[in-house]
Structure formats: C-alpha cells, structure tokens
C-alpha cells in the first residue's frame, strides 16, 4: 500500500543525489522508476519489497557506471532483467548506442514497451543468450550486473567485444574472490587491465563495486573504452 493509502507497492522517494547523477536525464529516469516500482513486481522484474529500495539499491547502482561509457560506445547488456543496467544506462547515454541481451520473452516485451514510451532511441532488445550472438556482432563494452560469477560470465561475453574492449559488471563484496576463482579463464581470455573500482564514493550511502577488464586479443589492441 502506498503511503497515500492507494493501492499498489510503496516507492522509495528520489533521493537527493539522483538529480547529481541523472542530470538533464532526470525525468526519463523518475518515468521509468515509476513503472518499474508499480509494475516490476508483478512481472518478476524486481523482486518483493524492491520497490521500497528502488533507487537507492537499483537505480543508482547503476547510473553510477554511466560515466565510465565513451561518447559512441557500442553497448551490450547481458541478463538486462528489468533493466539493469542496461536500460538505466541507455537513458543517461543518449550518446550511445546499447543492446540489451536478455531471454526471457516476458521481460522483452517490457523491456521494448519502455523503450518506446520513453522515446529511446539509442537502445534495441535482443532476445537470447550471450552466447547466441557470438561471432554476430562486436561491441566496444560489455555490462552485466547479478548474472553469474565471473568464471561463467567472461566466456560468455569476451566473445561479443572487439579487440581492445572491455569489461564492466557490477559485483558484490565477494568480487575479489570471484577474480581469484576465474585467473585462468581470464588468461584464457585475456583479459588484461584488470581492476575493481568503486564508485559513488562522496555521492551514494551505498557504494558500488565494479569489475574492470580489457580484452587484449593482440599486441596492437585499439584503446580501451572508458
């Protein structure tokens, strides 16, 4: 119940910082936070109780990668979900261009639907797997954000980046463990340039840990993106 005594889930307030970091994007976010709060739930976008924490564990989560994307960076967004990353980021970049990878036809139908009611043209669906689309397309950068631990998650999209791109995925606490656990898929891959930043710092109650890494597949890669 909202706190107007309306039906419907309770959706935490915009914080402060959200302005910071949306900018001139503010409003295209607070539209797409009001649906994915009302109706994420019930379509297993979010999960129970998500939308009281919408911004602060979710949205902002996200928009603080924002700024690591290249003016003109090809995107892609493995697992999106709800959104997540992806779609927050394809609101905040207009200036580039994403493709939002997920396989669930329930959450691609949505996922279209918000791209066209909040007029974006710098985002497209594809439904499937990342593994699907290697050897289609290359892509300057690849996000992710609670789709499986790095070990799993660098074969799966090491494939879609051209030479010289790179990684970014959200990650929790564990995330230097989970590098230690994938050393020798990322030699296998290499990945080179490894590190995890941590953003929001000065900004968000809540920092945000995120995985970094170049793919280097020969001695003269183009210059990472970012």
């Known amino acids: 119940m909202k706190q107007d005594g309306t039906a419907g889930p309770e959706i935490e307030p915009e ?17 797409f936070a009001e649906d994915l709060g009302t109706r994420g739930e019930l379509l297993g976008l979010i999960g129970p109780q998500e939308a009281e924490r919408l911004w602060s564990r979710h949205l902002l989560n996200c928009a603080v990668l924002a700024p690591l ?17 992806g779609l927050v980021l394809a609101i905040l970049r207009p200036d580039a261009q994403f493709r939002l990878i997920e396989p669930m036809e329930r959450r691609c139908a949505w996922l279209t639907e918000q791209i066209d009611a909040l007029g974006l043209e710098n985002a497209e669906v594809l439904r499937g797997r990342a593994e699907e689309y290697h050897g289609a397309f290359e892509v ?9 631990a790095l070990r799993k998650l660098v074969p799966l999209t090491a494939p879609l980046l051209r030479d010289g791109g790179e990684m970014l995925f959200l990650k929790g606490v564990s995330v230097e463990s989970e590098i230690d656990a994938a050393a020798k898929t990322l030699r296998k891959h290499r990945v080179t340039e490894i590190e995890v930043r941590e953003l929001g710092v000065g900004q968000l109650a809540e920092t945000t840990r995120a995985f970094r890494g170049v793919v280097q597949r020969s001695a003269r890669a183009a210059d990472p993106v970012g």
């Open 140 to 148: 300057d950068l690849v996000t992710a954000r609670a789709v499986t």
């Open 69 to 85: 994307i290249a003016p003109d960076a090809r995107v892609a967004d493995i697992g999106t979900g709800g959104g997540l990353p």
């Open 15 to 31: 914080p402060a910082e959200a302005i910071d970091l949306a900018g001139d994007r503010i409003d295209v976010l607070r539209r």
